[in-house]
């Protein structure tokens, strides 16, 4: 039996592969073993799966791997609710419940996160407009504080570390297990049906018409210019119920057809995402995306990039930055204009942006999603882009909006501190737990969060 | 072919827990040993597998062996060894309580318990003793050769238990699987080509026993790899630092 003893360092990066620390990455199995660096005294932050795209799961020095700490701790078949430890990745669980006929209620973009990131993130997805973050659905969280005390924390206990720790990018301590509740479904399969959008405004009063459907999500192209300015194929889907099934699938409706994963084998060099390619491509992607109504199984449809291992690499060596934007519903449609004419103008971007219409703020204190629109797409870091995302900073800003703390690893304190008006009661409640000092990361620095 | 139940010693580990899973993924009913409570765990894989899942306390370097399999109260079909400790070369050869633990933990008790398993499984049909060695019982080297002796030492006994039990039916498989990503050598610099997942071994363990293979390298690259490392005569050997 092995214990764990103090290790050298390993090179540890985001998702993103910018910026990358030398530090100990310590991997601990359960979830008493993972207070036990907190013994030490020192500043720390735990780390799911890594897939946040920046700093938020970097250290300096000491980085806690949660991924060892993934048990089951309950389920019960009644109301759904299941609880587990955080280091659990989504893609075990949904392997796991899926067969016996439950969905996770919000799932991001990629299966290949832990719960604990989930939590951390306040992560949302295409249902965002209806059913809210993942912690909507969150009923308790066991923290592992500074003085390596562990506390339940839920909307009646504890309320404000709750609400601190929910979006709270993992600087309340260490979350150690998490209860939430599950939803039925019937098929793992879902219902899209497909629209095009030629405008900005077209797409915009697409979602407002779409807000019944349970998931909706649009693909846009950010070097359309001109007339075509924010042309979007829209996705909308719903659980598809057995009976809607065809007759040869409905004797085991919940069996996932998984296709083999590809990988990115090497470094991608620059040219092959330079304007002419992408462009085309986009053109190419926009014309296949046919109107209609379609059967798509769940996988392709929630995780369209998890099918191809370390898609990170295609930026190539020097990483990418994601930018991820919400503007308040009112001045979406100005900031958006302005925005996509600024990324269109340099002409740097990914090939597929994805807009996104979101409900109502949640509980959490530095919770991202807000009424409104919501742009996610990626960039290569070079210094003209950087330099692009400094102007959209400042567009969000004048809009009312604001960055997600997940995706982030350039943005300045001072946006930031804008963009997130709960900060100051976050930094009360980290102050009140003593939690400030023992919990930190390269984010939390860089931010002053 | 699975023989069931599979019992697994040292369970705790990170090659247990993914052995626990895989094995409880094919259907097999799995009893979880380990020191100390193990009740997370055995929620976990009753949660996880739909069926009851039991846990049984066990230390390999204490305790009477016989006595451990008698109160089990059932004969296993599959026993697998998981159990080892690292620990540290330069402390083990400086400190003598040291070196006894990690000899004691390798050695002795996983092959005093496995003696055991092989009395008690007589009759098992499709019977199958696994016991994890390592690369590092291949050849003794001097940066970590208190363990790599023990390893050799378990290696030894399996290819002996192995000719031993074949006349009546009962498999004995050698795993070395090389570097493992686990909470042991964690913060290690390990090269990704030859370093293993846990998941990875247990799926490869369980894949080896369904073919009866008798000695498995979980990467197949370590094979040539050790058959270098042995076939280097004695007079260089010690003037390399390996």
Redesign the interface.
């Known amino acids: ?2 214990t ?7 090179k540890v990066a985001g998702w993103g592969r910018y910026p990358t620390v030398e530090a ?7 979830t008493d ?1 993972a207070t036990a660096p907190i013994a030490s005294g020192t500043s720390l932050i735990a780390r799911g799966n890594g897939r946040s795209y920046g700093d938020a799961s970097l250290h300096p020095r000491t980085m806690i ?1 949660m991924r ?1 700490c993934d ?5 019960d078949p009644g109301t759904g609710l299941i609880a587990c430890e955080a280091g659990l990745i989504l893609a075990d669980l949904i392997t ?1 419940m899926l067969p016996r006929g439950w969905w996770v209620p919000v799932t991001p973009g990629t299966k290949l996160v832990t719960i604990g990131g989930m939590v951390a993130s306040d992560v949302h997805g295409k249902n965002h407009h209806g059913s809210g973050t993942f912690c909507d659905h969150v009923a308790w969280i066991d923290m592992a504080l500074g003085d390596g005390q562990v506390l339940r924390c839920s909307r009646t206990d504890h309320a404000d570390l709750f609400a601190a720790t929910c979006g709270g990018m993992g600087l309340t301590g260490i979350i150690l297990r998490v209860a939430f509740t599950m939803v039925p479904v019937e098929s793992a399969t879902i219902r899209q049906r497909r629209q095009r959008a030629p405008t900005l405004a077209h797409a915009i009063a697409a979602f407002e018409e779409a807000q019944d459907w349970t998931y909706s999500v649009a693909w846009i192209d950010c070097l359309a210019t001109g007339a075509s300015l924010g042309r979007s194929a829209i996705l909308l889907g719903e659980h598809a119920r057995r009976d809607e099934l065809p007759i040869e699938g409905r004797s085991a409706p919940l069996q996932r057809k998984l296709g083999r994963a590809k990988t990115v084998p090497v470094d991608m060099p620059g040219f092959v995402l330079g304007r002419l390619s992408v462009s085309i491509f986009n053109r190419l992607y926009y014309a296949a995306q046919r109107p209609g109504d379609t059967l798509v199984p769940l996988d392709p449809y929630f995780y369209p990039l998890d099918a191809i291992h370390d898609w990170n690499r295609i930026y190539g060596r020097g990483g990418f930055v994601q930018y991820q934007c919400v503007l308040p519903l009112a001045a979406s449609q100005a900031g958006y204009t302005r925005i996509l004419a600024e990324i269109a103008a340099v002409g740097q971007a990914s090939f597929l942006a994805v807009l996104k219409r979101m409900g109502p703020q949640s509980f959490g204190m530095l919770s991202f999603p807000l009424e409104g629109y919501t742009l996610a797409l990626d960039f290569p870091t070079t210094p003209v882009n950087l330099a692009l995302l400094d102007r959209l900073d400042a567009i969000t800003i004048d809009h009312g909006g604001r960055l997600y703390l997940a995706k982030d690893a350039r943005a300045s304190a001072a946006t930031m501190a804008v963009g997130y008006p709960r900060l100051g009661e976050f930094r009360a409640v980290r102050r009140h737990y003593g939690l400030e000092g023992r919990f930190s990361s390269l984010l939390s620095q860089r931010l002053a969060l | 072919m699975i023989a069931s139940p599979v019992l697994i010693l040292g369970a705790r580990s990170d090659i247990g827990r993914a052995l626990a899973r895989a094995y409880a993924d094919k259907g097999a009913a799995v009893i979880l040993a380990a020191r100390g409570d193990m009740e997370a765990e055995r929620r976990d894989l009753e949660l996880r597998s739909g069926q009851p899942v039991r846990a049984v306390t066990i230390d390999v370097t204490d305790g009477e062996p016989d006595t451990f399999f008698a109160t089990l109260g059932e004969i296993p079909g599959t026993v697998v060894m998981v159990a080892g400790l690292l620990g540290d070369q330069e402390r083990s050869a400086a400190d003598d309580t040291e070196a006894a633990r990690v000899m004691a933990t390798n050695y002795e008790g996983p092959a005093r318990y496995l003696l055991a398993a092989a009395r008690v499984m007589r009759d098992v049909t499709d019977g199958c003793i696994i016991g994890i060695s390592s690369v590092a019982g291949d050849r003794g080297r001097g940066s970590n050769f208190v363990y790599g002796s023990a390893k050799a030492g378990l290696t030894a006994f399996l290819s002996g238990l192995r000719n031993a039990v074949a006349k009546q039916g009962l498999h004995v498989m050698t795993v070395k699987p090389g570097f493992v990503a686990t909470q042991m050598t964690s913060g290690m610099k390990l090269p990704p080509p030859l370093t293993a997942q846990p998941l990875e071994v247990a799926n490869a363990i369980i894949a080896a026993q369904e073919k009866r293979r008798d000695v498995i390298y979980v990467k197949a690259r370590w094979r040539p790899i050790m058959m270098v490392i042995k076939t280097i005569p004695e007079g260089v050997f010690k003037k390399l630092s390996l």
């Open positions: 039996m092995s764990s003893t103090p290790s050298n360092t390993t100990e990455l310590r991997r601990m199995i359960g073993a791997d060892g048990r089951l701790v309950d389920f796991l």
